[in-house]
């Protein structure tokens, strides 16, 4: 892939599938980059200005690394920059810097010897004649520079062009220089999570914006002698940074250990010789020597020789283990993901290795990434330095606090504006107009409202819901899109044989229930053979679905000991994998050759994109050999030659996939056993096939899908199944666990791709029986049976999906809309359905069991992985659980989490305005509030119940009606203020009714602020707030129809019956030693104490009916008044339009992209075509 000036360029190599880079997973993967070089007068200059600033300009470069480049540097080329800022693609800046190493001597000649093209540009020669490598780093990648190419590109660039046949070349090994050379250039093979000391950790954390406002607030209360508050304030600020270090520094240190491995490894020198060496000198091309017993993989490898039983669930979460085989030569481009069934993956557990070293044992692989390149590198890395979640809640705090800065502003300038106009010092002044900033934004909001996250993660890891992304339980409560695999999802994982039905020219034989009772020949024989099931100790290990085949067969499997010299002579001197023997007890026709035991000599594993897979095998003797295909009936059958194909080939799939069965077909052809078997093509084998017949396996809809499948449909969450499976088999298990009811129709979405003699083609039809008899699908369109949206559901294969992404991109959206079937579906292709679904503004979760689903779940919103492994990286969430009853759990914590971040929000929210109208009233008659008042409030008062305020559950039930994740929407917005404005009108209140009473004394008004304390506008104002803290804390927490009523909270509850009793204590009695402690008036008057009660009573209520009010809705009449306006989402835009249309689908008409059309437009989207 070529690189462009001026920007470091990120090739699509083939990565694994366990974890593709895909530009799906990481759009716009093209970076900006920007050179910069050290300007000296510029540095000096921005020393003394830090100096003169005492830091804060360092503080500020800390902040923003962009000004700092900006300051100290000046633009050039990059092929002379010392520093780069980088611009990713969610259009986040970062700086990096330049290294340079200097190459060794005789270098270059061997760079020239290996790739003149490419290798040569990575240097640089100065006029001291040393060989220079400039390159930098960044998110554990490498990126070096490319003189020809005049960019930086990632070092994988160098052998992202390997062919198959380049890699068997690596087989001889690579010298010491050429080791030594690609070292420098690749880097160590290792995933280094950088795990900071605690000394970087607590100046990072100190210089976090949070705490340098800490710093300023605590230095300013000192300034204004609140000594103790200021002091507790600091005290718990330690705590906090000692926490939050400690905590830090564990995650990095668990995910170091999880992410390196250094280990010894053999390779394969040039001269022959085989070497111990550490895997951190791996290079890409090293010769791999893997032993017998396996081990555990620190790098990407193309298995080359021998076949190797790999447990891959660290990277996939699926527990079944795969056998890898040997990568077929060719020309073609070597590729990770195309060839995973032959590459080896970093972070996989090799079981076992055999076949592919002298005596039987061990096999040969070469390496092919190293390091952060690796499967697993990039998964760590996608932790690391995960993407920036994009949901609305998290930036409305943001803009919120903006706002609270606003407020803040206003009351600084009211103060300063009231204060100049007393004979109030000039400090004084300056220090009342700060502190209300320190009052008004709450320093500990970001941090509260991570409360209910928190709490919502522990009950989901006590129900054995693991979650490697708290950030994303928020976004699991807008889920309004789920989209479930099939098989191990839907289903149960194991399948059993149903029956088995002979095919050829003549038709088709009778159905019978086993293999066993099939009569002896090819397809017994295929069905016993075509299977990459292998031996363990002994015990057969492989796919459940050719475990339970093998099995039916009653044919058992021997796999060679020692060198295998003695199969390999047994079945003509041919390399024997393994050996199929009949059982012993069938009756055997004399001579028949098919009633003996056959050698499996090749093997082609099964690939999701090709859909099938093959074998070679050798009768006894060596007489003969035949290959065997077997795989999905509609790719075997084209890949038959067509007059093996039965004519009856397609009504029978239908009907037995109707049935919800899975269905397999096998074919076979004679192969020239005098030719080496073991370099065949698979290209070769895999043509002009003999069809054989069916398999049929049941497999069965898990218990628990149909009941959650119902809760969601009700919740109005819309349920999307995404399968590798045969389209009508979908259907039936769409059916059965109710994705679509028995009243609706399922129509076929049937696209055609481009072809020499015919153009592209899109075409609508009911399934079979679907219009009532005597009527015609356009009688059931007049008569609405399946208009609306819910009436119909579309279903289509992963051939007509690319089709219709293709060329008819102005019909994916509504089909989008409305399909609930994706069969035949490739993993890249789920990876791009979510993409698509995601562009129609649908918050998408996606839950999968295996490797075909990784890229999808971690493109998904939220990903949710059933796999047995504790905390798997292929998804943000893992569930131990085996059926899909985790996901509505996870939704209405999602929702439960959501709902009280909201609620903690505003509580913090309200509180600082609770503050800052006491302060900003008491300032204004020249007195304040006392240290401790401040410290009780804070302390006492409003931590304790933010802390148990997010406690309650999630509830029991998922609501259609989803949480709001809008912090400036009008229901929010609106309460708040009117809050505050009963707030202000309470403690005005208060305060007036206190000046007006017989016994009140007037302020001092030669004393200010603490000096005039105690007095009596303080303690009816303190008295008040006080009761409108613990008011603020029962208006906000809200609990149906999200969380579980509040009588749940049973600490929250009485937390507020004694904060209310502390405070009715402290108004009628606060007795000698609080009233000195607190510096409160003792008010003789009882009568005035009980109504200062009533008062916050009347707040109480009056608070309390507002929220209600505000809960059903009162603020929608401004709405009305504004006039309805379009969702912002495009896909309920689209949902109206759709409904509204009289002629979609447009049922057996063949519409073409050159079609007569007519336009759909959505408000602010492109038109949505409709064809005629």
């Known amino acids: 892939m070529s690189c462009s000036v001026g920007s470091a360029v990120e090739p699509l190599s083939g990565l694994p599938s366990p974890s593709p880079r895909d530009p799906l997973l990481s759009p716009d993967s093209h970076m900006d980059v920007q050179g910069y070089k050290w300007v000296r007068w510029r540095v000096w200059l921005c020393r003394v200005a830090a100096l003169l600033s005492l830091g804060l300009l360092l503080i500020v470069f800390h902040w923003r690394p962009r000004l700092a480049v900006l300051a100290r540097c000046c633009s050039c080329p990059l092929a002379l920059a010392d520093i780069l800022l980088l611009r990713d693609s969610f259009g986040q800046q970062h700086v990096v810097e330049v290294l340079t190493e200097e190459m060794e001597e005789g270098s270059l000649e061997v760079l020239g010897q290996l790739e003149e093209a490419e290798w040569r540009d990575t240097v640089q020669l100065y006029k001291e004649e040393k060989t220079l490598l400039r390159f930098y780093l960044f998110e554990g990648l490498r990126y070096i520079w490319l003189d020809r190419k005049g960019a930086f590109c990632r070092v994988s660039v160098l052998n992202e062009d390997w062919t198959c046949k380049d890699l068997y070349g690596f087989q001889k090994g690579l010298s010491s220089l050429e080791q030594s050379l690609r070292r420098q250039i690749f880097g160590a093979n290792l995933i280094d999570v950088p795990v900071k000391s605690y000394m970087r950790l607590l100046f990072e954390e100190v210089l976090n914006p949070f705490y340098v406002f800490q710093v300023f607030s605590i230095t300013l209360w000192m300034t204004d002698a609140y000594y103790f508050y200021a002091l507790c304030i600091f005290i718990i600020s330690i705590i906090s940074i000692a926490i939050s270090l400690y905590e830090t520094r564990k995650q990095s240190v668990t995910l170091r250990n999880m992410a390196r491995l250094v280990t010894n490894v053999t390779i394969r020198k040039d001269s022959g010789v085989e070497e111990r060496v550490s895997s951190e000198e791996l290079v890409p091309g090293d010769c791999l020597i893997i032993p017998q017993e396996g081990l555990l993989l620190p790098c990407d490898a193309a298995l080359l020789a021998g076949e190797c039983l790999v447990n891959e669930s660290m990277l996939t979460g699926e527990s079944v283990p795969v056998l890898k085989t040997p990568l077929p030569a060719g020309d073609r481009t070597y590729s990770s993901d195309t060839e995973r069934r032959h590459t080896l993956f970093c972070g996989t557990q090799l079981i076992q290795a055999k076949g592919g070293r002298p005596g039987g044992s061990g096999a040969v692989a070469v390496v092919t990434s190293t390091g952060f390149f690796t499967a697993k590198g990039d998964l760590i890395s996608s932790i690391l330095y995960p993407q920036p979640i994009n949901f609305r809640f998290y930036k409305d705090a943001v803009k919120f606090l903006l706002i609270l800065g606003f407020v803040a502003l206003i009351g600084t300038i009211y103060i300063f504006v009231v204060l100049i106009r007393t004979n109030v010092t000039w400090l004084q002044v300056i220090i009342r107009s700060l502190d209300i900033v320190t009052i008004a934004v709450p320093p500990a909001l970001p941090a509260a409202i991570t409360t209910g996250t928190i709490y919502a993660q522990r009950r989901l890891k006590s129900c054995g819901i693991f979650c490697i992304s708290p950030p994303r339980i928020n976004i699991c409560g807008k889920i309004s899109l789920f989209c479930f695999d099939k098989t191990g999802t839907l289903t149960e994982e194991g399948l059993d044989v149903w029956g088995v039905m002979e095919g050829g020219p003549a038709g088709f034989s009778e159905l019978v229930p086993g293999p066993t009772l099939l009569p002896l020949g090819p397809l017994q024989t295929g069905l016993a053979c075509c299977h990459t099931v292998t031996l363990l100790q002994g015990q057969p290990l492989g796919d459940p679905l050719e475990l339970k085949m093998v099995e039916s067969t009653s044919w058992t499997l021997q796999e060679p000991e020692g060198d295998g010299s003695a199969l390999d002579a047994e079945f003509g001197g041919h390399k024997v994998l393994a050996v199929m023997r009949p059982p012993t007890h069938q009756p055997q026709a004399q001579g028949t050759p098919m009633s003996e035991a056959v050698a499996i000599v090749q093997r082609f594993p099964f690939s999701s994109a090709l859909q099938r897979m093959s074998v070679v095998t050798v009768a006894h003797g060596g007489r003969f050999a035949l290959a065997f295909i077997k795989g999905s009936p509609e790719m075997v059958a084209s890949l038959c030659r067509a007059e093996t194909v039965p004519a009856q080939f397609s009504s029978q799939l239908r009907n037995f996939s109707s049935e919800g069965l899975r269905v397999l077909a096998l074919a076979c052809k004679p192969v020239d056993v005098k030719s080496d078997l073991r370099t065949i093509e698979r290209g070769e084998v895999e043509k002009d096939m003999q069809f054989l017949g069916f398999l049929m396996m049941k497999n069965l809809v898990k218990p628990d899908s149909a009941r959650v499948i119902d809760i969601l449909r009700l919740a109005h969450i819309r349920c999307v199944m995404v399968t590798g499976d045969n389209i009508l088999t979908a259907v039936n298990v769409a059916k059965s666990c109710g994705m679509v009811a028995s009243d609706e129709k399922v129509i076929f979405v049937t696209a055609t791709p481009y072809t020499a003699h015919s153009m592209p083609t899109l075409r609508f039809s009911l399934e079979d029986g679907g219009a009532i008899a005597g009527q015609s699908c356009t009688d059931v369109i007049s008569q609405g049976l399946y208009q609306g949206g819910f009436g119909h559901h579309l279903a289509i294969n992963g051939k007509s999906f690319a089709v219709l992404c293709e060329h008819f991109s102005e019909y994916l959206p509504k089909v989008l809309m409305q399909a609930t079937i994706f069969a035949r579906m490739a993993p890249d292709q789920k990876t791009q359905l979510v993409k698509e679904l995601q562009k129609l503004n649908y918050r998408v979760g996606m839950c999968g069991d295996g490797a075909n689903d990784c890229g999808a779940l971690r493109a998904a919103d939220v990903g949710v992985s059933l796999s047995e492994a504790e905390a798997s990286v292929a998804s943000p969430f893992t569930s131990k659980t085996e059926n899909i009853s985790c996901v509505p759990l996870l939704i209405r914590e999602g929702r439960c989490s959501l709902v009280t971040s909201f609620s903690l929000f505003r509580y913090m929210a309200m509180y600082s305005l609770i503050q800052f109208c006491s302060v900003l009233i008491l300032n204004t008659v020249k007195t304040s509030m006392a240290d401790l008042q401040f410290l009780f409030c804070d302390l006492v008062l409003v931590t304790l119940l933010a802390i148990v305020m997010g406690r309650g559950g999630p509830s029991e039930d998922l609501h259609p009606c989803r949480p709001p994740a809008s912090l400036l929407a009008l229901p929010v917005f609106g309460s708040l203020f009117i809050h505050t404005c009963m707030i202000v009108l309470g403690q005005l209140a208060v305060f007036f009714i206190t000046t007006t009473q017989e016994w009140y004394i007037p302020l001092n008004s030669t004393e200010f602020g603490t000096a005039n304390l105690p007095n009596m506008e303080n303690t009816s104002v303190f008295d008040l707030s006080g009761f409108q803290y613990i008011i603020m804390a029962v208006v906000v927490t809200k609990s149906y129809p999200h969380k579980k009523p509040l009588y749940?909270?049973?600490?929250?509850?009485?937390?507020?019956?004694?904060?209310?009793?502390?405070?009715?204590?402290?108004?009628?009695?606060?007795?000698?030693?609080?009233?000195?402690?607190?510096?409160?008036?003792?008010?003789?008057?009882?009568?005035?104490?009980?109504?200062?009660?009533?008062?916050?009573?009347?707040?109480?209520?009056?608070?309390?009916?507002?929220?209600?009010?505000?809960?059903?809705?009162?603020?929608?009449?401004?709405?009305?008044?504004?006039?309805?306006?379009?969702?912002?989402?495009?896909?309920?835009?689209?949902?109206?339009?759709?409904?509204?249309?009289?002629?979609?689908?447009?049922?057996?008409?063949?519409?073409?992209?050159?079609?007569?059309?007519?336009?759909?437009?959505?408000?602010?989207?492109?038109?949505?075509?409709?064809?005629?």
């Not at 104490?1089 to 009347?1098: C, Q, R």
């Not at 309805?1124 to 249309?1141: A, G, I, W």
């Not at 038109?1167 to 005629?1172: D, E, G, S």
């Open 1048 to 1172: 749940h909270n049973v600490i929250f509850l009485c937390m507020l019956f004694i904060h209310f009793g502390i405070m009715i204590w402290l108004v009628l009695y606060p007795g000698p030693f609080f009233s000195r402690i607190l510096q409160l008036y003792d008010i003789p008057d009882m009568n005035f104490k009980m109504l200062l009660v009533a008062v916050a009573a009347l707040n109480l209520l009056v608070c309390f009916v507002v929220e209600m009010l505000i809960d059903l809705g009162i603020l929608n009449c401004l709405r009305w008044l504004r006039g309805r306006r379009p969702s912002k989402k495009q896909y309920k835009r689209l949902k109206v339009l759709l409904s509204d249309s009289t002629s979609w689908p447009p049922l057996n008409q063949t519409l073409s992209p050159t079609g007569v059309s007519f336009s759909l437009h959505l408000p602010g989207s492109p038109l949505v075509t409709q064809a005629k």
